[in-house]
């Protein structure tokens, strides 16, 4: 008798906690959002960004971290004062021809040539024309840095790819290879 008391109670307590559960609706969600997320439409408008814009503006006065501003801008009158006054803050032991080889080997040469002459591979191969030796060019380190920093005709800048210091190895080893033709 005891035997089926006791198997009636256990019946029951199975009966009792099995009709509580939902498989729809769990008790206890850990992250609920995760379990019962909001479906937006693809590409829909939302309403996190003020006034339809795509994105927030930074705040006024603001640089990224890591940007080194500029003062020449990118106008002719710009590049004429760059060439005109700027000069590298490279001192002579931080002047390494082997880094700024290695930076022009890597950027430059494609379309300028391993000795400056204008004559690299995508001119060769008529990809890009039209691209000046330095020799014939009146240059300065200013220029160059200018140049590479904000691009002139076909050649795109390179501000993203190289550092401000990484440019100024670039521009003298660009005046080394000048004196060589």
Known sequence: M???YKITLLLGITILVASCHNNKAPNYQYFPNMYESVGYETYSESSAFKNGKEAQLPAKGT??????PFDYENTTAGYELAKANLVSPLDSLDRNSDKGKD???IYCISCHGATGNGKGKLVEREKFLGVPSYKDRV?????????VTYGLNSMGSHANQLSAHERWLV????LKLKSQL
Do not use: P, Q
């Open 139 to 147: 240059i300065s380190e200013g220029s160059v840095f200018f140049v």
């Open 103 to 105: 930076l022009y080997d």
């Open 2 to 4: 005891k035997t089926l």
């Open 171 to 174: 521009a003298d080893y660009v």
């Open 63 to 68: 640089i990224n971290r890591g940007f080194e």
